[in-house]
């Protein structure tokens, strides 16, 4: 019995130009190309800016804080509703972010955590400092990636105040996630849905993109 051999290597060749060329190409996210300027392998992402291929970073972190909202100046949620968590993103890292996005939460109007890709995998962690006014209360932290209209929880967790009524606890919640084609359209909004009246401040995102989909 004769075994014949096959070739398992093959050359992938690349288009070369200078860097004073590249804004004239055909910009189509993915395209990778040689800036024989700079000597590097770049390519466009999925807004069609130019990236180097050489330090690009699939995972990463972004970490957003609520500069609004004190120990003196609190957000007061509202007893059983679905209330939007404020972070005005007054103090952030960003330096650490994946290569190929600006941001991982926006602020303003709609405030909401951001995806660009679907298939994408995230670790989020909400931490705030809250009081209840009820000693029987209790509340829940949700993601929601709905519309603003209709909601769309995928994640809902329930936390407690064991040291009483009034008294300001410190929360630090994390859950996993990960983004499909309404998460990528939407973003993804913190709700709370006390109770009973709560009070909150110090509110900080750390999000992680744990997953970045090819």
């Known amino acids: ?18 860097e004073s060329e590249v804004s004239s190409l055909e910009q189509s996210s993915g395209a990778i190309f040689l800036d024989t300027t700079n000597n590097v392998l770049s390519y466009f992402d999925n807004t069609n800016t130019v990236r180097n291929l050489e330090s690009v970073n699939l995972t990463g972190w972004g970490s957003y804080n609520d500069t609004e909202h004190t120990s003196g100046s609190t957000q007061s949620l509202t007893a059983s509703t679905d209330n939007v968590l404020a972070n005005n993103a007054g103090s952030n890292i ?13 602020d303003g109007v709609n405030p909401r955590i951001l995806s660009n890709n679907v298939g994408d995998a995230y670790e989020i962690r909400v931490s705030f400092t809250a009081s209840i006014s009820n000693v029987s209360g209790y509340a829940s932290l949700k993601f929601d990636i709905g519309d603003g209209i209709t909601p769309v929880i995928i994640s809902d967790r329930i936390f407690t105040f064991p040291k009483g009524t009034g008294v300001f606890h410190n929360f630090s919640l ?32 750390l999000i992680i993109r744990t997953h970045r989909a090819v």
């Open 1 to 18: 019995m004769s075994i014949s051999s096959k070739r398992t290597r093959f050359a992938v060749k690349v288009d070369k130009y200078a």
């Open 94 to 106: 960003e330096t650490y972010l994946p290569s190929d996005i600006s941001a991982l939460y926006q």
């Open 174 to 205: 994390t859950s996993a996630t990960f983004s499909l084609d309404t998460y990528v359209a939407n973003g993804l909004r913190i709700l709370i849905n006390p109770s009973h009246t709560m009070q909150v401040y110090g509110v900080n995102y």
